[in-house]
Protein backbone atom coordinates (compact mmCIF):
# COMPACT_ATOMS: atom_id res chain seq x y z
CA UNK A 1 0.00 0.00 0.00
CA UNK A 2 1.15 3.36 -1.36
CA UNK A 3 2.24 5.76 2.32
CA UNK A 4 2.34 9.16 -0.05
CA UNK A 5 0.49 11.84 1.96
CA UNK A 6 -1.85 12.17 -0.38
CA UNK A 7 -2.97 8.79 -0.32
CA UNK A 8 -3.04 8.72 3.18
CA UNK A 9 -5.46 12.03 2.92
CA UNK A 10 -7.61 10.07 0.75
CA UNK A 11 -7.38 7.09 2.89
CA UNK A 12 -8.31 9.31 5.79
CA UNK A 13 -12.13 10.12 3.94
CA UNK A 14 -10.88 13.66 2.12
CA UNK A 15 -11.35 13.72 -1.62
CA UNK A 16 -8.62 15.91 -3.27
CA UNK A 17 -9.59 18.38 -5.83
CA UNK A 18 -7.19 20.65 -7.56
CA UNK A 19 -8.29 24.07 -7.62
CA UNK A 20 -7.02 25.29 -11.31
CA UNK A 21 -7.84 23.77 -15.06
CA UNK A 22 -6.37 24.94 -18.46
CA UNK A 23 -6.36 23.54 -22.19
CA UNK A 24 -3.15 22.92 -21.47
CA UNK A 25 -3.42 20.71 -18.37
CA UNK A 26 -6.06 18.89 -20.52
CA UNK A 27 -4.37 18.00 -24.13
CA UNK A 28 -0.64 17.29 -21.50
CA UNK A 29 -1.67 15.17 -19.87
CA UNK A 30 -0.98 16.68 -16.50
CA UNK A 31 -4.66 16.71 -15.13
CA UNK A 32 -4.81 12.80 -15.86
CA UNK A 33 -1.23 12.24 -14.72
CA UNK A 34 -2.55 13.99 -11.21
CA UNK A 35 -5.16 11.93 -10.61
CA UNK A 36 -2.70 8.64 -10.54
CA UNK A 37 0.09 10.33 -9.17
CA UNK A 38 -1.42 12.79 -6.64
CA UNK A 39 -4.67 11.31 -5.96
CA UNK A 40 -6.86 14.50 -7.85
CA UNK A 41 -10.56 13.20 -7.56
CA UNK A 42 -11.94 16.14 -8.98
CA UNK A 43 -11.58 20.09 -10.31
CA UNK A 44 -12.70 23.29 -9.26
CA UNK A 45 -12.84 25.99 -11.44
CA UNK A 46 -13.41 30.19 -11.04
CA UNK A 47 -12.96 33.46 -13.38
CA UNK A 48 -9.74 33.81 -12.10
CA UNK A 49 -9.04 30.72 -12.66
CA UNK A 50 -10.04 30.70 -16.60
CA UNK A 51 -9.15 34.33 -17.02
CA UNK A 52 -5.26 33.04 -16.29
CA UNK A 53 -5.93 30.28 -18.42
CA UNK A 54 -7.20 31.19 -21.51
CA UNK A 55 -5.05 34.72 -20.88
CA UNK A 56 -2.13 32.75 -21.25
CA UNK A 57 -2.91 31.54 -24.57
CA UNK A 58 -1.73 28.09 -24.78
CA UNK A 59 -4.16 25.93 -26.29
CA UNK A 60 -6.59 28.35 -27.26
CA UNK A 61 -5.78 30.21 -30.24
CA UNK A 62 -7.17 28.17 -33.06
CA UNK A 63 -10.53 27.70 -30.66
CA UNK A 64 -10.42 31.47 -30.60
CA UNK A 65 -10.29 31.64 -34.35
CA UNK A 66 -13.09 29.59 -34.99
CA UNK A 67 -15.32 31.87 -32.69
CA UNK A 68 -14.44 34.36 -34.32
CA UNK A 69 -15.32 33.17 -37.29
CA UNK A 70 -18.62 32.54 -36.23
CA UNK A 71 -19.23 35.86 -35.72
CA UNK A 72 -19.01 34.94 -31.47
CA UNK A 73 -18.98 38.11 -28.92
CA UNK A 74 -16.61 38.23 -26.14
CA UNK A 75 -18.75 36.15 -23.08
CA UNK A 76 -20.29 33.96 -25.90
CA UNK A 77 -16.52 32.38 -26.75
CA UNK A 78 -16.09 32.91 -22.98
CA UNK A 79 -18.64 29.95 -22.63
CA UNK A 80 -17.85 28.16 -25.76
CA UNK A 81 -13.85 27.61 -24.45
CA UNK A 82 -15.18 27.24 -20.63
CA UNK A 83 -17.59 24.73 -21.20
CA UNK A 84 -15.27 22.59 -23.82
CA UNK A 85 -12.55 22.61 -20.97
CA UNK A 86 -14.84 21.53 -18.40
CA UNK A 87 -16.61 18.93 -20.39
CA UNK A 88 -12.90 17.10 -22.13
CA UNK A 89 -12.05 17.43 -17.70
CA UNK A 90 -15.06 15.41 -16.93
CA UNK A 91 -14.54 12.74 -19.27
CA UNK A 92 -11.21 12.30 -17.82
CA UNK A 93 -13.03 11.92 -14.55
CA UNK A 94 -15.52 9.76 -15.74
CA UNK A 95 -13.73 6.40 -14.29
CA UNK A 96 -13.85 8.29 -10.92
CA UNK A 97 -17.36 9.38 -11.05
CA UNK A 98 -18.31 6.37 -11.44
CA UNK A 99 -16.61 4.37 -9.04
CA UNK A 100 -17.33 6.98 -6.22
CA UNK A 101 -21.09 6.63 -7.57
CA UNK A 102 -21.00 10.58 -8.05
CA UNK A 103 -19.75 11.77 -4.80
CA UNK A 104 -15.96 12.72 -6.74
CA UNK A 105 -15.17 12.95 -10.08
CA UNK A 106 -16.66 15.98 -10.51
CA UNK A 107 -15.36 19.51 -12.36
CA UNK A 108 -16.97 22.84 -11.45
CA UNK A 109 -17.92 26.06 -13.57
CA UNK A 110 -19.12 29.09 -12.09
CA UNK A 111 -21.76 31.28 -13.35
CA UNK A 112 -20.92 34.74 -14.20
CA UNK A 113 -19.94 36.95 -11.13
CA UNK A 114 -22.20 39.85 -12.17
CA UNK A 115 -24.89 37.66 -11.70
CA UNK A 116 -24.37 36.96 -7.93
CA UNK A 117 -27.02 39.33 -6.82
CA UNK A 118 -29.58 38.24 -9.74
CA UNK A 119 -31.56 34.91 -8.89
CA UNK A 120 -33.49 34.44 -12.14
CA UNK A 121 -30.67 35.16 -14.05
CA UNK A 122 -27.96 32.84 -12.18
CA UNK A 123 -30.85 29.49 -12.28
CA UNK A 124 -31.05 30.95 -15.88
CA UNK A 125 -27.62 30.48 -16.58
CA UNK A 126 -26.87 27.36 -14.51
CA UNK A 127 -29.27 25.71 -16.96
CA UNK A 128 -27.68 26.78 -19.52
CA UNK A 129 -23.96 25.92 -18.68
CA UNK A 130 -25.32 22.27 -17.43
CA UNK A 131 -26.76 21.68 -21.17
CA UNK A 132 -23.93 23.39 -22.65
CA UNK A 133 -21.08 20.81 -20.90
CA UNK A 134 -23.56 17.94 -21.04
CA UNK A 135 -22.16 15.04 -18.62
CA UNK A 136 -23.38 13.83 -15.17
CA UNK A 137 -20.57 14.75 -13.36
CA UNK A 138 -20.01 18.58 -13.56
CA UNK A 139 -21.12 20.92 -11.19
CA UNK A 140 -22.59 24.35 -11.89
CA UNK A 141 -20.72 26.98 -9.03
CA UNK A 142 -23.21 29.43 -7.55
CA UNK A 143 -22.05 31.81 -5.17
CA UNK A 144 -24.20 31.69 -1.52
CA UNK A 145 -25.00 35.33 -1.79
CA UNK A 146 -28.51 36.00 -0.37
CA UNK A 147 -29.92 36.35 -4.04
CA UNK A 148 -27.89 32.73 -4.26
CA UNK A 149 -29.75 30.62 -2.02
CA UNK A 150 -32.82 31.01 -3.99
CA UNK A 151 -30.93 30.11 -6.63
CA UNK A 152 -29.55 27.35 -4.99
CA UNK A 153 -32.49 26.01 -4.43
CA UNK A 154 -34.33 26.21 -7.61
CA UNK A 155 -31.02 24.48 -9.86
CA UNK A 156 -31.40 21.61 -7.40
CA UNK A 157 -34.96 21.35 -7.80
CA UNK A 158 -33.90 21.07 -11.77
CA UNK A 159 -31.90 18.00 -10.95
CA UNK A 160 -28.98 19.89 -11.63
CA UNK A 161 -25.37 19.10 -9.28
CA UNK A 162 -24.51 22.39 -7.33
CA UNK A 163 -21.08 23.47 -5.92
CA UNK A 164 -22.17 26.47 -3.75
CA UNK A 165 -19.14 29.28 -2.95
CA UNK A 166 -17.90 31.90 -1.65
CA UNK A 167 -19.25 30.54 1.71
CA UNK A 168 -17.31 32.48 4.92
CA UNK A 169 -19.61 32.30 7.88
CA UNK A 170 -21.57 29.86 9.95
CA UNK A 171 -24.99 31.37 9.70
CA UNK A 172 -24.38 31.68 6.10
CA UNK A 173 -23.46 27.60 5.86
CA UNK A 174 -26.50 27.00 7.34
CA UNK A 175 -28.59 28.46 5.37
CA UNK A 176 -26.85 27.04 2.22
CA UNK A 177 -27.56 23.67 3.63
CA UNK A 178 -31.11 24.93 3.99
CA UNK A 179 -31.63 26.11 0.51
CA UNK A 180 -30.13 22.54 -0.52
CA UNK A 181 -32.72 20.44 1.69
CA UNK A 182 -35.62 22.30 0.26
CA UNK A 183 -34.20 21.76 -3.29
CA UNK A 184 -34.16 18.30 -3.26
CA UNK A 185 -37.56 18.06 -1.30
CA UNK A 186 -39.03 19.94 -4.19
CA UNK A 187 -37.40 17.87 -6.74
CA UNK A 188 -39.36 15.17 -5.20
CA UNK A 189 -42.00 16.78 -5.71
CA UNK A 190 -41.34 16.73 -8.83
CA UNK A 191 -40.28 12.96 -9.72
CA UNK A 192 -36.82 13.53 -9.90
CA UNK A 193 -34.19 10.67 -8.75
CA UNK A 194 -32.84 12.13 -5.56
CA UNK A 195 -29.61 9.82 -6.23
CA UNK A 196 -28.46 11.43 -9.14
CA UNK A 197 -27.83 14.90 -7.56
CA UNK A 198 -24.94 15.91 -5.22
CA UNK A 199 -23.47 19.19 -3.80
CA UNK A 200 -21.02 20.61 -2.76
CA UNK A 201 -20.39 23.42 0.21
CA UNK A 202 -17.12 25.46 -0.35
CA UNK A 203 -16.37 26.51 2.76
CA UNK A 204 -13.08 29.64 2.14
CA UNK A 205 -9.85 29.53 4.65
CA UNK A 206 -7.42 31.08 4.14
CA UNK A 207 -9.16 34.35 3.67
CA UNK A 208 -10.65 34.48 6.88
CA UNK A 209 -6.94 34.20 8.40
CA UNK A 210 -6.08 37.20 6.46
CA UNK A 211 -8.87 39.57 7.54
CA UNK A 212 -8.55 38.50 10.99
CA UNK A 213 -4.70 38.66 11.03
CA UNK A 214 -4.12 41.59 9.61
CA UNK A 215 -6.78 43.19 12.73
CA UNK A 216 -4.87 41.10 15.19
CA UNK A 217 -1.73 42.76 14.00
CA UNK A 218 -2.95 46.52 14.27
CA UNK A 219 -3.51 45.59 18.19
CA UNK A 220 -0.70 43.94 18.51
CA UNK A 221 -1.53 42.99 22.47
CA UNK A 222 -0.09 39.63 23.62
CA UNK A 223 -3.79 38.01 23.68
CA UNK A 224 -4.04 39.29 20.05
CA UNK A 225 -0.63 37.75 19.04
CA UNK A 226 -1.56 34.54 20.57
CA UNK A 227 -4.56 34.28 18.03
CA UNK A 228 -2.66 34.71 14.84
CA UNK A 229 -3.92 32.11 12.39
CA UNK A 230 -6.37 30.52 14.48
CA UNK A 231 -9.64 31.89 13.66
CA UNK A 232 -9.93 30.14 9.73
CA UNK A 233 -9.27 26.67 11.02
CA UNK A 234 -11.66 27.31 14.26
CA UNK A 235 -14.10 28.74 11.41
CA UNK A 236 -13.69 25.73 9.49
CA UNK A 237 -14.11 23.25 11.66
CA UNK A 238 -17.23 24.61 13.45
CA UNK A 239 -18.84 24.45 10.01
CA UNK A 240 -17.63 20.82 10.02
CA UNK A 241 -19.86 20.54 13.20
CA UNK A 242 -22.72 22.12 11.81
CA UNK A 243 -22.55 19.41 9.02
CA UNK A 244 -22.51 16.55 11.37
CA UNK A 245 -25.46 17.74 13.11
CA UNK A 246 -27.53 19.05 10.13
CA UNK A 247 -27.17 15.81 7.93
CA UNK A 248 -28.39 13.71 11.29
CA UNK A 249 -30.89 15.63 11.39
CA UNK A 250 -34.54 13.91 11.04
CA UNK A 251 -35.06 15.79 8.17
CA UNK A 252 -32.04 15.26 6.37
CA UNK A 253 -32.36 11.46 7.25
CA UNK A 254 -35.49 11.05 6.25
CA UNK A 255 -34.27 12.53 2.66
CA UNK A 256 -31.80 10.11 3.06
CA UNK A 257 -34.34 7.48 2.67
CA UNK A 258 -35.45 8.70 -0.22
CA UNK A 259 -31.78 8.34 -2.08
CA UNK A 260 -30.70 12.00 -1.56
CA UNK A 261 -26.85 12.50 -0.88
CA UNK A 262 -24.95 14.94 2.03
CA UNK A 263 -24.24 18.01 0.68
CA UNK A 264 -20.45 17.78 1.42
CA UNK A 265 -18.23 20.40 2.93
CA UNK A 266 -15.49 21.58 0.77
CA UNK A 267 -12.43 23.39 2.14
CA UNK A 268 -11.40 26.33 -0.54
CA UNK A 269 -8.89 28.90 -0.77
CA UNK A 270 -6.12 27.06 1.45
CA UNK A 271 -3.58 28.08 -0.27
CA UNK A 272 -1.61 29.73 2.39
CA UNK A 273 -0.46 33.11 2.37
CA UNK A 274 1.27 33.78 5.55
CA UNK A 275 4.72 32.48 5.08
CA UNK A 276 5.49 31.77 9.20
CA UNK A 277 3.03 29.37 8.64
CA UNK A 278 3.00 25.79 7.22
CA UNK A 279 2.45 25.48 3.16
CA UNK A 280 0.50 22.45 4.27
CA UNK A 281 -1.45 24.13 6.99
CA UNK A 282 -5.47 24.23 5.61
CA UNK A 283 -5.03 20.61 4.51
CA UNK A 284 -3.52 18.45 7.58
CA UNK A 285 -5.47 20.74 9.90
CA UNK A 286 -8.47 20.49 8.10
CA UNK A 287 -8.98 16.21 7.78
CA UNK A 288 -11.99 14.55 8.70
CA UNK A 289 -13.97 11.55 6.45
CA UNK A 290 -16.58 13.17 3.89
CA UNK A 291 -15.33 16.50 3.45
CA UNK A 292 -13.54 17.55 -0.25
CA UNK A 293 -10.13 19.88 -0.01
CA UNK A 294 -9.47 21.78 -3.70
CA UNK A 295 -6.64 22.52 -3.26
CA UNK A 296 -4.17 24.73 -6.25
CA UNK A 297 -1.24 23.05 -7.28
CA UNK A 298 1.43 24.70 -5.75
CA UNK A 299 -0.33 23.43 -2.37
CA UNK A 300 -1.29 20.24 -3.54
CA UNK A 301 2.64 19.12 -4.71
CA UNK A 302 3.60 20.60 -1.08
CA UNK A 303 1.04 18.10 0.81
CA UNK A 304 2.58 15.12 -1.56
CA UNK A 305 5.74 16.31 -0.92
CA UNK A 306 5.99 16.71 2.99
CA UNK A 307 2.31 16.87 4.34
CA UNK A 308 2.07 15.25 7.62
CA UNK A 309 -1.58 13.31 7.95
CA UNK A 310 -2.45 12.63 11.35
CA UNK A 311 -5.82 11.32 10.93
CA UNK A 312 -9.22 13.53 11.68
CA UNK A 313 -8.02 16.72 12.96
CA UNK A 314 -11.53 18.45 13.34
CA UNK A 315 -14.20 16.78 15.23
CA UNK A 316 -12.06 16.52 18.91
CA UNK A 317 -11.77 20.28 18.66
CA UNK A 318 -14.82 21.77 18.70
CA UNK A 319 -14.45 23.62 22.14
CA UNK A 320 -11.44 24.71 21.38
CA UNK A 321 -12.40 26.12 17.75
CA UNK A 322 -15.30 28.07 19.84
CA UNK A 323 -12.87 29.25 22.45
CA UNK A 324 -10.51 30.73 19.73
CA UNK A 325 -13.82 33.04 17.67
CA UNK A 326 -14.85 33.79 21.52
CA UNK A 327 -11.75 35.46 21.90
CA UNK A 328 -11.56 36.98 18.59
CA UNK A 329 -14.98 38.31 18.92
CA UNK A 330 -13.63 39.62 22.93
CA UNK A 331 -11.31 41.75 21.60
CA UNK A 332 -13.90 43.73 18.93
CA UNK A 333 -13.29 41.96 15.63
CA UNK A 334 -16.74 41.68 14.45
CA UNK A 335 -17.57 38.28 12.55
CA UNK A 336 -20.64 39.30 11.39
CA UNK A 337 -19.34 42.38 9.57
CA UNK A 338 -15.78 40.81 8.54
CA UNK A 339 -17.63 37.78 6.50
CA UNK A 340 -19.73 40.53 5.17
CA UNK A 341 -17.15 42.08 3.54
CA UNK A 342 -15.01 39.10 2.83
CA UNK A 343 -18.11 38.08 0.65
CA UNK A 344 -18.04 41.46 -1.48
CA UNK A 345 -13.90 41.63 -1.75
CA UNK A 346 -14.64 37.83 -3.17
CA UNK A 347 -17.77 38.96 -5.67
CA UNK A 348 -15.31 41.60 -6.79
CA UNK A 349 -12.39 39.65 -7.42
CA UNK A 350 -14.64 37.51 -9.63
CA UNK A 351 -15.60 40.68 -11.19
CA UNK A 352 -12.23 41.75 -12.02
CA UNK A 353 -11.05 38.77 -13.28
CA UNK A 354 -14.53 38.69 -15.30
CA UNK A 355 -13.58 41.79 -17.10
CA UNK A 356 -10.44 41.22 -17.39
CA UNK A 357 -11.46 38.03 -19.45
CA UNK A 358 -13.57 39.69 -21.60
CA UNK A 359 -11.32 42.11 -22.43
CA UNK A 360 -8.48 39.47 -23.32
CA UNK A 361 -11.12 37.42 -25.61
CA UNK A 362 -12.40 40.14 -27.20
CA UNK A 363 -8.61 41.60 -28.63
CA UNK A 364 -7.83 37.69 -29.63
CA UNK A 365 -11.28 37.88 -31.55
CA UNK A 366 -10.32 41.02 -32.91
CA UNK A 367 -6.87 40.12 -34.06
CA UNK A 368 -8.40 36.93 -35.67
CA UNK A 369 -10.66 39.05 -37.86
CA UNK A 370 -8.29 41.53 -39.03
Request: charged letters at 20%; aromatic letters at 6%; glycine letters at 8%.
Amino acid sequence: MTTSPTAALSRAGVSIWLDDLSRHRIESGELRDLLTTHHVVGVTTNPTIFAGAIGGGVGYGERIAACAARGLSASETIVELTTADVADACDIFADVYTASNGFDGRVSIEVEPGLARDTAGTVAQARELWARVDRPNAMIKIPATEEGLAAITATIAAGISVNVTLIFSIERYRQVINAYLTGLEQARAAGIDLSTIHSVASFFVSRVDTEIDTRLADLGTPEAQALLGQAAIANARLAYEVYTDTFSSERARHLGTLGANPQRPLWASTGVKNPDFPDTRYVTELVAHGVVNTMPEATLRAVADHGEVRGDTISSEYLESNQALNAVDALGIDYVALTEQLEREGLEKFDASWAELCDTVESALRESRA
